[in-house]
């Protein structure tokens, strides 16, 4: 490495120079891919907590159609029961 550095100009003390830059290099590098795939999971969480919202939100919605559901059986029941009652005292 030496050799091929001095053979560009450069003193075996700039080679040092240049080692110190490639190794900066290299861990920017290292590092703006683990910013790359840190945004890629903030956004995988973030489209997660969505889904889930929207889980919470149709299960809220499940619940209150259950509900509904319940009280229009209780009405059908009641106005069974009302029409007996009635065609009984006729």
């Known amino acids: 490495m030496i050799y091929f550095l001095?053979?560009?100009?450069?003193?075996?003390?700039?080679?040092s120079t240049?080692?110190?830059?490639?190794?900066t290099i290299h861990r920017t590098t290292q590092l703006i891919q683990t910013i790359h795939r840190t945004t890629q999971l903030t956004q995988t969480i973030?489209?997660?907590?969505?889904?889930?919202?929207t889980i919470h939100r149709t299960t809220q919605l499940t619940q209150t159609i259950h509900r509904t559901t319940q009280l229009t059986q209780t009405i059908h029941r009641t106005t069974q029961l009302t029409q007996t009652i009635i065609e009984q005292h006729n």
């Open 18 to 23: 240049v080692h110190i830059h490639t190794q």
């Open 6 to 15: 001095t053979a560009i100009g450069l003193t075996p003390g700039g080679s």
């Open 46 to 53: 973030h489209r997660t907590t969505q889904l889930i919202q």
